[in-house]
């Protein structure tokens, strides 16, 4: 059922803290590769997230839909993402993608 996005997550290894960041400023600017990459690098993300959140039976009738379903929400969260972001007491606490989806 995941196969090809199997592939697409061997192809993705996950970026390093900065190099992810620098992608998000550049997403943010309007660049597609960038936005491109940072999604295809965090599908094994979230494909994990649903197999550690999701009931098995669910997962196996509607695994595909969900994480089809998933895939915008990427594209989205890249646009959002809060590249400033500070803890309550205002000190600058920046988070990796993952965390921030």
Known sequence: MWESYREVVQQ????????????????QTGAKESID???????????????????????????????SAAIPVLYQKVKTCDLNYRDKTGSLKPVRFASYI
Do not use: N
């Open 37 to 67: 990459e940072l999604v295809l690098r965090h599908i094994g993300f979230v494909m994990w997230r649903l197999r550690k959140k999701v009931f098995r039976q669910h997962l196996d009738r509607h695994g595909e839909d969900m994480l």
């Open 12 to 27: 993705y290894p996950r970026l390093t803290f900065e190099v992810e960041r620098r992608l998000i400023a550049s997403a």
